[in-house]
C-alpha cells in the first residue's frame, strides 16, 4: 500500500506564494507520474499540473506562468510552487501519484494514490 502525506497549504493574500509537498511512502517499487489537482467550493475536481517519470510536465491554462511543478524522484516527492496567488486558486488541493508497488521486479502491480488534500485560501 502506498501512502500520501501532503504539507503546506494554508491562507494568504493575493500576490503572495506558497509551495506544497507531497511525499509517498509504502511498497513502491515505481513512480510514474505524480500531479496536483485541486476542487474548489462548488466545483469539480481539475488538474492543476503534472509531471512524467522523465520530467516532462503540464499545466491547466489558468495557472501557466504562475505556478512550477517539480519532483524529487530519490525521496517519492513532489512539489508546487505556486506564486502570483488569486482568489480564484482558492481549493482543496490533492496529490495524485502512480507507478507500482512491491518489493520484487517480478511481482509488483500497479497502484495510484490520492493525498488528503490540502486547503489553500487566498484573499482578496
Known amino acids: 500500500q502506498v501512502q500520501l502525506v501532503e504539507s503546506g497549504g494554508g491562507l494568504v493574500q493575493a500576490g503572495g506564494s506558497l509551495r506544497l509537498s507531497c511525499a509517498a511512502s509504502g511498497s513502491i517499487f515505481s513512480v510514474n507520474a505524480m500531479g496536483w489537482y485541486r476542487q474548489g467550493p462548488g466545483k469539480q475536481r481539475e488538474l492543476v499540473a503534472r509531471?512524467?517519470?522523465?520530467?516532462?510536465?503540464n499545466y491547466a491554462d489558468s495557472v501557466k506562468g504562475r505556478f512550477t511543478i517539480s519532483r524529487d524522484t530519490a525521496k517519492n516527492t513532489v512539489y508546487l510552487q505556486m506564486n502570483s496567488l488569486k482568489p480564484e486558486d482558492t481549493a482543496v488541493y490533492y496529490c495524485n501519484v502512480d507507478g507500482r508497488s512491491g518489493d520484487k521486479w517480478y511481482d509488483t502491480s500497479v497502484f495510484e494514490s490520492w493525498g488528503q488534500g490540502t486547503q489553500v485560501t487566498v484573499s482578496s
Open positions: 509531471i512524467s517519470s522523465i520530467g516532462n510536465t
